[in-house]
């Protein structure tokens, strides 16, 4: 596979990425640089590492694999949007203006897992195609690297232009991220 190839499957793969981050920004109170950067560098180690860990499945559970990704998936956004909408319809108008300057880890990684279950079944088919992984690998987190920055960069003026109503569409494009996934898949 060449390289140009495989940076057009890494850009794929990075849309729901790039997606998700655009949310992230818009719901924080002015991301920073640094911010967008470490939202950048989470997603794009997880987004790495699923193909890896596709590849080293391997041909015995892909059924499982290919069985339930989307699921799996569609569950994490879900209830990652939920939370969201939950934030964003009973917090009380006063802690809505006092918004976080950071996401946790814990939420990357979630939120990054659930939107990159789908390289997992890419680097199944890897397997079979030959491709250095290492270079399939470090493609893939850089790109989507660079495109959850962008993203969160980008979500910043989102938050601008729609407000408080911010967290409540971010959690419903979640959601609607998984229902997608899920209707792709079944």
Partial sequence: MSFYALFILAF????????????????LHKPSY????????????IEALMPLTGWIIGIGASHFVMQWNHWIAF?????????????SLVV????LEEKKNKHSYLNLIITSIATSIDAMAVGLGLAFLEVNIVHAIFII???????????VMAGK??????GKKTELIAGLILISIGVFILLENI
Avoid at 76 to 81: A, V
């Fill in 12 to 27: 794929a793969l990075s849309m729901d990425s790039f997606a998700v981050a655009v949310c992230k920004g818009s719901t």
């Fill in 34 to 45: 640094k911010e967008a950067l470490r939202t950048g560098v989470v997603f794009g180690f």
């Fill in 75 to 87: 569950g994490l956004l879900f209830i990652l949007g939920g939370h969201m909408i939950y934030q």
């Fill in 92 to 95: 009380k108008e006063d802690v």
């Fill in 141 to 151: 987190g850089l790109t989507t690297m660079g495109m959850a920055t962008i993203g």
């Fill in 157 to 162: 003026h989102v938050s601008t232009i729609l």
